[in-house]
């Protein structure tokens, strides 16, 4: 079972550069969901999604944009990269009705320098 | 947005040992979720509380929803190796903007063979 699939694990990026963070899943779920973790900080919501077509933004979604063209692809673009979105990003998916129930990515640590 | 703060921040116990961890908000929940996160993977739900006062069991580990609906309580009992990780609690108030899950910073659980 593949579940919740993220491209790439790792990336560095050199300041002003644009890059596209890659989230696939395998469950038919409707929500989605792109959050940040920085060191010793709680996971951070960037964008979500409740299904095709449908996206929202979350806490902190200042420097990125999403799309949700299926049910199953979520993307995360980065435009002008700059250090303070050096990160770890996790994609995550939910079924149904949101719960909190998450299933999550293994995750794309991304390196701004 | 809202602040969950988690506590102790790090435990380090000896293998066969209980563990009890809680986490506190500033806001009412209606939605308590427990998570483990193991280095380099995103994290993955252990138990799902949504009633005030509830105490939900997965195996060796049980969780309890505040009666105050701001904190929730997970212990571990009989602590073994695979135990060591992440516990991270979530808070999420259902009926409200979907996606709006809060997490906190987490509890690093050590456990010495």
């Known amino acids: 079972n593949a579940g919740v699939t993220q491209t790439p694990k790792f990336r560095i990026l050199k300041i002003g550069q644009s890059m596209t963070l890659q989230c696939a899943q395998d469950?038919?779920?409707?929500?989605m969901y792109w959050y940040r973790q920085d060191p010793g900080m709680g996971l951070k919501l960037i964008y979500y999604s409740v299904g095709a077509g449908i996206t929202d933004k979350g806490e902190v979604p200042n420097g990125y944009n999403v799309s949700r063209s299926t049910t199953e692809d979520f993307p995360l673009r980065l435009e002008l990269a700059a250090p303070s979105q050096t990160s770890v990003y996790f994609c995550?998916?939910?079924?149904?009705?949101?719960?909190?129930?998450?299933?999550f990515g293994e995750g794309s640590r991304l390196t701004v320098l | 947005g809202q602040q969950l703060n988690q506590s102790p921040q790090s435990m380090f116990i000896q293998e066969g040992e209980d563990v009890s961890m809680n986490c506190t908000s500033s806001s009412i929940f209606n939605t308590w979720l427990w998570y483990k996160q193991d280095p380099g993977e995103g994290p993955v739900l252990l138990i799902a509380?949504?009633?005030?006062?509830e105490l939900t069991s997965n195996g060796r580990l049980t969780a309890q929803f505040g009666i105050t609906r701001k904190d929730s309580f997970l212990n571990i009992s009989a602590s073994i190796p695979s135990d060591v990780g992440i516990y991270v609690c979530a808070g999420a108030v259902r009926g409200s903007t979907l996606g709006r899950l809060y997490f906190g910073r987490g509890t690093q659980l050590t456990v010495w063979p």
């Open positions: 469950m038919n779920h409707n929500y």
């Open positions: 995550a998916s939910s079924p149904g009705r949101a719960t909190g129930e998450l299933f």
């Open positions: 509380l949504y009633k005030a006062g």
